[in-house]
């Protein structure tokens, strides 16, 4: 079955410094990968995402993510945070047949920016 | 445009009485979705549609029915509420072309409690 796993429940980072959100996949066929963020008391919100091409993927509000087959990965990046980057933060996949759109979520990651 | 609204942003249900979870989008996407969210659990599919007068079970169906009578309204009834179905949840929807790897767009999502 298609999953995604996110061995983390919090990242702690300091304001300025370099944040990374890890997600692991396992997929059979081609991986189709999402990244979401939820603040607090809202939905959640579409950040980036990675269907074929470049391994590198920029998204919304400076963040990235790079995809790397071999290690079946599909990593958060963000090179200098912000304390309101402090979030929850799903990784996810398309799952099912073709034509439904259907994901799979990651447990999610709390990232904590400290000032 | 709204986006995607739900209704009510809060609930608080008594075990055995039934309610209905109100949610709409003004974007005319074909596909929309239910989701529950738990704690520490990321978010589970309850059921999806790809259309008006199609719908489909997802991962956690017990308890719930859905109906799409149109393709902006896509309402969640819960039948003799229980405490397992205390959560918060969330409706999403994506549009149809360009598959694979449309994102899904969320509401803000109803906090249902049943004590």
């Known amino acids: 079955a298609q999953s995604v796993a996110q061995p983390e429940d919090q990242v702690k980072v300091a304001e300025g410094n370099p944040l990374t959100v890890k997600c692991t996949y396992s997929?059979?066929?081609?991986?189709?990968l999402f990244w979401y963020v939820q603040y607090p008391n809202r939905g959640l919100q579409f950040l980036l995402k990675?269907?074929?091409?470049?391994?590198l993927v920029k998204g919304s509000y400076g963040f990235e993510a790079e995809f790397n087959k071999s290690q079946t990965s599909f990593h958060l990046k963000k090179p200098s945070a912000l304390v309101s980057d402090s979030a929850l933060y799903f990784c996810?996949?398309?799952?099912?047949?073709?034509?439904?759109?259907?994901?799979?979520f990651g447990k999610g990651n709390q990232v904590v920016v400290i000032p | 445009n709204a986006g995607v609204t739900q209704t009510p942003k809060f609930r608080i249900l008594k075990i055995g009485q039934s309610m209905t979870l109100q949610c709409a989008q003004d974007?005319?996407?074909?596909?929309m979705y239910w989701y529950r969210q738990d704690p520490g659990m990321g978010l589970k599919l309850i059921y999806y549609?790809?259309?008006?007068?199609?719908?489909d079970k997802g991962e956690v169906p017990n308890g719930y029915n859905v109906s799409r009578s149109t393709t902006e309204d896509f309402p969640l009834r819960l039948e003799l509420a229980a405490p397992s179905q205390t959560s918060v949840y969330f409706c999403?929807?994506?549009?149809?072309?360009?598959?694979?790897?449309?994102?899904?767009?969320f509401g803000p999502g109803t906090r249902l409690t049943v004590l």
């Open positions: 999403a929807s994506s549009r149809t072309s360009g598959w694979p790897g449309n994102e899904q767009f």
């Open positions: 997929v059979s066929g081609n991986p189709y």
């Open positions: 990675y269907i074929t091409g470049d391994n």
């Open positions: 996810a996949v398309i799952v099912g047949p073709e034509g439904n759109n259907r994901l799979a």
């Open positions: 974007m005319n996407h074909n596909y």
């Open positions: 549609s790809v259309g008006a007068g199609i719908t």
